[in-house]
Nanobody, 114 residues
Framework: QVQLMASGGGLVQPGGSLRLSCITS????????MTWYRQAPGKEREWVGS????????NYADFLQGRFTISRENTKNTVYLQMNALEPEDTAVYFC???????WGQGTQVTVSS
């Protein structure tokens, strides 16, 4: 059973940073690229960025303007999202997803507010 559990969210002031983690199980993590998505209140889920299975290739949504970085540790079955220079518009629930499976796991809430 594929499981994905994001954590590390919270309340942060504008300009602050957070590092999200997504721990996975139930599949061979090192065989799968991973993607981060987010869903803001009242909006559709949107793609944030992706990382290849070996971590050598990453791609990001244009609106991030270089503020976020995705990385992974295959020995820990974990993918990360480092978020810097956070803005109120980044407020959303953040999810990770495997390229290989359709399952959505538990997201983590990020709230950017003063």
């Amino acid at each position: 059973q594929v499981q994905l559990m994001a954590s590390g969210g919270g309340l942060v002031q504008p300009g602050g940073s957070l590092r999200l983690s997504c721990i996975t199980s139930g599949f061979t993590f090192s065989d799968s690229g991973m993607t981060w998505y987010r869903q803001a209140p009242g909006k559709e889920r949107e793609w944030v960025g992706s990382i290849s299975r070996d971590g050598t290739d990453t791609n990001y949504a244009d609106f991030l303007q270089g503020r976020f970085t995705i990385s992974r540790e295959n020995t820990k079955n974990t993918v990360y999202l480092q978020m810097n220079a956070l803005e109120p518009e980044d407020t959303a629930v953040y999810f990770c997803k495997s390229w290989t499976f359709a399952s959505w796991g538990q997201g983590t809430q990020v709230t950017v507010s003063s």
